[in-house]
């Protein structure tokens, strides 16, 4: 049985830290992409950032200089360390591994989500 788990969310004050971590079980990830995504009310999910299974990492430019993204292949982990937070920041942050096949076929799995609140 595939199972993500994220831990690390919590309510912090705006310019503080928090550090995710998304421990992965079940199957071979390393042929996954892993990474983090996040929600808030009312929009949709949106991807936060991604390490490939070749160790490319991408950020989107909402998090560049501020959020760290780090995978442990041999563990099946992958950790996201934020800096700076910002009140826009809150959502429920979500761990998500994805793969593509040779056909394009896709396969996705995802987390139950950590509530992260940025707020003083």
């Not at 049985?1 to 919590?10: F, I, R, W, Y």
């Not at 995978?71 to 937070?85: C, G, I, P, T």
């Amino acid at each position: 049985q595939v199972q993500l788990v994220e831990s690390g969310g919590g309510l912090v004050q705006p310019g503080g830290s928090l550090k995710l971590s998304c421990a992965a079980s079940g199957t071979d990830f390393s042929r996954y992409m892993m990474g983090w995504y996040r929600q808030t009310s009312g929009k949709q999910r949106e991807p936060v950032a991604r390490v490939s299974r070749g160790k490319r990492i991408l950020y989107e430019d909402f998090v560049k200089g501020r959020f760290t993204i780090s995978r442990d292949f041999a563990e099946n982990k992958v950790y996201l360390q934020m800096n700076s937070l910002k009140p826009e920041d809150t959502a429920v942050y979500f761990c998500n591994a994805n793969y593509v096949g040779g056909l394009g076929e896709e396969t996705d799995y995802w987390g139950q989500g950590t509530q992260v609140t940025v707020s003083s």
